[in-house]
């Protein structure tokens, strides 16, 4: 079992940055990887970005050069850097992770970019 919890979201301007955290319940260090998911109003989740246990990473087409993840395996942590914010980024964030056979999901955060 893992419990993820994210937090960090918010209101922010077009341009603008936030960091959102997921924290784990346990140790991240043998996961094999972790995820931020998204999903706006009406739209279908979708992967923003994913870092594995060896740190590669993947991204989004629409986020890529913008947002950077990371992960602090001393704080069970994963981060999502997201900078120079659109519109188009509003959405809820999740944290996400699959390990022995289950797929976890935190709660989500809200991401608002708005004038």
């Known amino acids: 079992q893992v419990q993820l919890v994210e937090s960090g979201g918010g209101l922010v301007q077009p341009g603008g940055s936030l960091r959102l955290s997921c924290a784990a319940s346990r140790s991240i260090f043998s996961f094999n990887a972790m995820g931020w998911y998204r999903q706006a109003p009406g739209k279908q989740r979708e992967l923003v970005a994913r870092i594995t246990s060896g740190g590669s990473t993947i991204y989004a087409n629409s986020v890529k050069g913008r947002f950077t993840i990371s992960r602090d395996t001393a704080k069970n942590t994963v981060y999502l850097q997201m900078n120079s914010l659109k519109p188009e980024d509003t959405a809820v964030y999740y944290c996400?992770?699959?390990?022995?056979?289950?797929?976890?999901w935190g709660q989500g955060t809200q991401v608002t970019v708005s004038s």
């Open positions: 996400n992770t699959y390990q022995s056979g289950a797929n976890y």
